[in-house]
């Protein structure tokens, strides 16, 4: 009985140990929450007043003339993969890979070629030697603007080269820090009638436009503005849901704790009254024994 106390005495330390880890965990991972938030929510009316432009320009007869236009025939896809860099962070790694998984199964018939941003896909789809084009694990857990640019900028390439007909992203949607959506979206190439649909109500006088210095000029800088934060606004989407997840974990992991020692707890002082009963009983024997003797 006195090495069960002492068993139950270790275990009841080394839970109330990890119960401090995830509970610090729990505090990181909310104060990053709150500051990736406060981004994501300052840049969606900026992204979201850009796609408004890109479909007005959309409208334009000359606009067919872009290459971000192009339809293709779609042979070979490009899916981009948002995952974490690290994990505990409950299941919100393994719902975007078991997804993944379901569109290249349903994707038989093309050729698609994975661009990874975090380790945790990259690492999860080379082991199973998928066909991965790229990965992008510089994030550190905080958007950044000039790593998105670099990736929309890969992924343009590949777009206006040939080398791939369609650019789907795949990411998490943040919609409450208890609710998150897997969201697939096209990239590439531009779709007129999803870009139009957030402009719909204006009248023509409303949607006219005067172009300075020209119109070429206009697609020249506002295509590639819409393309990086596109990209930038996803990659703070997937983090701002990557932090809501690890903290709901944590918080989890926590409460758990609490369980385990409650239960440890009254186990321990079962095995203590045991032991002290015992020890009283082998007293009491003793003296009974005396006195007879």
């Given at each position: 009985?006195p090495e069960s106390l002492k068993v139950l005495r270790?275990?009841?330390?080394?839970?109330?140990?990890?119960?401090?880890?995830?509970?610090?965990?729990?505090?990181?991972?909310?104060?990053?929450?709150?500051?990736?938030?406060?981004?994501?929510?300052?840049?969606?009316?900026?992204?979201?007043?850009?796609?408004?432009?890109?479909?007005?320009?959309?409208?334009?007869?000359?606009?067919?003339?872009?290459?971000?236009?192009?339809?293709?025939?779609?042979?070979?896809?490009?899916?981009?993969?948002?995952?974490?860099?690290?994990?505990?962070?409950?299941?919100?790694?393994?719902?975007?890979?078991?997804?993944?998984?379901?569109?290249?199964?349903?994707?038989?018939?093309?050729?698609?070629?994975?661009?990874?941003?975090?380790?945790?896909?990259?690492?999860?789809?080379?082991?199973?030697?998928?066909?991965?084009?790229?990965?992008?694990?510089?994030?550190?857990?905080?958007?950044?603007?000039?790593?998105?640019?670099?990736?929309?900028?890969?992924?343009?390439?590949?777009?206006?080269?040939?080398?791939?007909?369609?650019?789907?992203?795949?990411?998490?949607?943040?919609?409450?820090?208890?609710?998150?959506?897997?969201?697939?979206?096209?990239?590439?190439?531009?779709?007129?009638?999803?870009?139009?649909?957030?402009?719909?109500?204006?009248?023509?006088?409303?949607?006219?436009?005067?172009?300075?210095?020209?119109?070429?000029?206009?697609?020249?800088?506002?295509?590639?503005?819409?393309?990086?934060?596109?990209?930038?606004?996803?990659?703070?989407?997937?983090?701002?849901?990557?932090?809501?997840?690890?903290?709901?974990?944590?918080?989890?992991?926590?409460?758990?704790?609490?369980?385990?020692?409650?239960?440890?707890?009254?186990?321990l002082n079962k095995a203590r009254q045991g032991t002290?009963?015992?020890?009283?009983?082998d007293i009491v024997g003793g003296a009974e024994a005396?006195?007879?003797?």
């Amino acid at each position: 009985m006195p090495e069960s106390l002492k068993v139950l005495r270790r275990r009841l330390r080394s839970i109330r140990s990890t119960k401090q880890i995830t509970r610090a965990m729990e505090m990181v991972s909310a104060a990053k929450l709150r500051r990736v938030q406060g981004m994501l929510l300052s840049a969606r009316p900026y992204v979201r007043h850009l796609e408004t432009l890109v479909g007005r320009l959309a409208e334009q007869e000359d606009a067919a003339s872009s290459p971000y236009f192009a339809r293709r025939d779609v042979k070979r896809t490009t899916l981009v993969l948002y995952t974490a860099d690290r994990g505990l962070c409950g299941s919100y790694n393994a719902n975007m890979i078991r997804q993944t998984e379901a569109f290249l199964r349903g994707s038989a018939e093309e050729k698609v070629e994975l661009v990874c941003i975090g380790r945790r896909g990259h690492d999860y789809f080379r082991r199973r030697k998928e066909r991965i084009a790229n990965a992008f694990t510089d994030f550190g857990g905080k958007p950044d603007l000039e790593e998105s640019v670099r990736v929309a900028e890969f992924l343009c390439e590949r777009f206006l080269s040939g080398a791939t007909d369609e650019v789907v992203l795949f990411y998490s949607a943040f919609v409450s820090t208890v609710v998150t959506k897997p969201t697939f979206q096209k990239f590439l190439p531009f779709d007129p009638a999803s870009l139009s649909r957030t402009d719909k109500g204006k009248d023509a006088a409303e949607r006219f436009y005067l172009y300075e210095p020209s119109r070429e000029r206009v697609y020249e800088r506002l295509i590639p503005a819409y393309l990086h934060s596109k990209i930038h606004i996803s990659v703070a989407e997937a983090l701002t849901s990557e932090h809501s997840s690890r903290m709901l974990a944590m918080n989890s992991a926590s409460k758990n704790c609490d369980e385990l020692v409650d239960s440890l707890t009254l186990r321990l002082n079962k095995a203590r009254q045991g032991t002290i009963t015992g020890d009283l009983l082998d007293i009491v024997g003793g003296a009974e024994a005396l006195q007879q003797g």
